[in-house]
C-alpha cells in the first residue's frame, strides 16, 4: 500500500493541488456553507418549540445536515473521496427528510416515532436472546418491550424520499451507498489499481474527475434542504440568497455522475 497523503509533511501540498484543480467548485462550495451557517444560526435562535413541533424537528435536521455538509467539504479537499461521499449520502438524507416536512408534516413526525420504537424493540429483542443481562426485573422490562402492541418499521430511506419531490435523486443515494458507504464490490475496487499484468492497493488523494461530483451532488443537496429550510421558517431573505445561489449552481460545468 502507498503511503497516505493524508498527513504528514506533503499534506498541504496535496490539500492545495485538490483545491487548485477543482478551484471553482470549492469556492461555490463554500459559499453555500456561508449561507447555511447564516440559516443555522437564524433558526436557532428563532424557532422554539417542543421536540416534535415539525420546525423544530426541521431546525435539527438542518442543524445535522450542516455539520455533515462541512464534513463532506473537509474530506473533499483532504483527498478522501469515499469518506466525502459517505457523509454527502447523509446530506441527501437531510434533504428528502426537510422536503417531506414542507410537502407534509405529519407522515415524516410518525415515521420518526415508529422508527424510535423499532429500534427499541429490536435492541431489547437482541439483549434478551443473548443473554446479556440476567436480572428478571430487567428482563420482565425487556418483554413488556418486545411486547408492546402496534406495528412498528425502521425509517425507509427510499420512504422518506418518496414523503417529499426528491423521490428521483434516491437513485443518487443508492449510488453513494454503492459507491462509498458500504462495504461493496464497488467500494472495495476504490483500493486496488491494475498495473500491467497484475494489480496493486492503493490509498491515494481523490482526483479532479472523483472531486468534482462529490461536490456537485454535496451541494446540490444543500441547496434542496436549505431552500426547502427557508420555505418551512418563511426566511424570505435567505431564500432569495439561496435562489441567487441556486441559479450560479446551475450554470456550472458539466460532472460526471456518482
Given at each position: 500500500m502507498?503511503n ?11 490539500m492545495?493541488?485538490?483545491r ?6 470549492f469556492s461555490?462550495?463554500e ?6 451557517r447564516?440559516?443555522?444560526?437564524l433558526a436557532?435562535?428563532q424557532?422554539k418549540g ?15 445536515t450542516?455539520g455533515?455538509?462541512?464534513g ?5 479537499e483532504?483527498?478522501m473521496t469515499s469518506?466525502?461521499?459517505t457523509l454527502?449520502?447523509s446530506?441527501?438524507?437531510?434533504a428528502f427528510?426537510?422536503?417531506?416536512l ?5 407522515p415524516?413526525i410518525e ?6 420504537e ?5 435492541q431489547a429483542?437482541?439483549i434478551k436472546?443473548q443473554n446479556l443481562?440476567?436480572d428478571?426485573?430487567?428482563i420482565a422490562?425487556?418483554i413488556?418491550?418486545?411486547e408492546k402492541p ?10 422518506l424520499?418518496?414523503k417529499g ?5 434516491y437513485?443518487v443515494y ?5 459507491d ?16 500491467g499484468?497484475?494489480w496493486?492497493?492503493?490509498m ?16 446540490s443537496?444543500v ?16 431564500n432569495q440568497?439561496?435562489?441567487v445561489l441556486?441559479?450560479?449552481?446551475a450554470?456550472?460545468p458539466?460532472v460526471?455522475?456518482v
Amino acid at each position: 500500500m502507498t503511503n497516505s497523503t493524508f498527513e504528514g509533511p506533503v499534506f498541504e501540498d496535496v490539500m492545495r493541488k485538490i483545491r487548485s484543480e477543482s478551484a471553482i467548485w470549492f469556492s461555490l462550495a463554500e459559499d453555500v456553507n456561508v449561507a447555511l451557517r447564516r440559516l443555522v444560526d437564524l433558526a436557532e435562535n428563532q424557532i422554539k418549540g417542543t421536540s416534535m413541533d415539525p420546525l423544530v424537528v426541521g431546525v435539527r435536521i438542518l442543524m445535522r445536515t450542516a455539520g455533515m455538509y462541512q464534513g463532506a467539504l473537509l474530506l473533499t479537499e483532504r483527498g478522501m473521496t469515499s469518506e466525502a461521499r459517505t457523509l454527502t449520502r447523509s446530506v441527501l438524507e437531510g434533504a428528502f427528510a426537510v422536503a417531506a416536512l414542507l410537502k407534509n408534516p405529519g407522515p415524516l413526525i410518525e415515521v420518526l416515532k415508529d422508527d424510535l420504537e423499532k429500534s427499541r424493540i429490536q435492541q431489547a429483542r437482541f439483549i434478551k436472546d443473548q443473554n446479556l443481562v440476567a436480572d428478571k426485573e430487567t428482563i420482565a422490562k425487556l418483554i413488556k418491550v418486545i411486547e408492546k402492541p402496534g406495528k412498528f418499521e425502521f425509517m425507509s430511506p427510499k420512504g422518506l424520499a418518496g414523503k417529499g419531490v426528491l423521490l428521483k435523486q434516491y437513485l443518487v443515494y443508492q449510488r453513494l451507498s454503492e459507491d462509498s458507504a458500504h462495504i461493496s464490490l464497488k467500494s472495495l475496487n476504490r483500493h486496488v489499481q491494475k498495473v500491467g499484468e497484475g494489480w496493486r492497493y492503493r490509498m491515494e488523494p481523490g482526483s479532479a474527475a472523483e472531486n468534482e461530483p462529490t461536490l456537485y451532488h454535496a451541494i446540490s443537496a444543500v441547496l434542496a434542504l436549505s431552500i426547502g429550510m427557508t420555505e418551512l421558517l418563511d426566511f424570505s431573505d435567505l431564500n432569495q440568497e439561496f435562489a441567487v445561489l441556486s441559479d450560479r449552481f446551475a450554470k456550472m460545468p458539466v460532472v460526471a455522475v456518482v
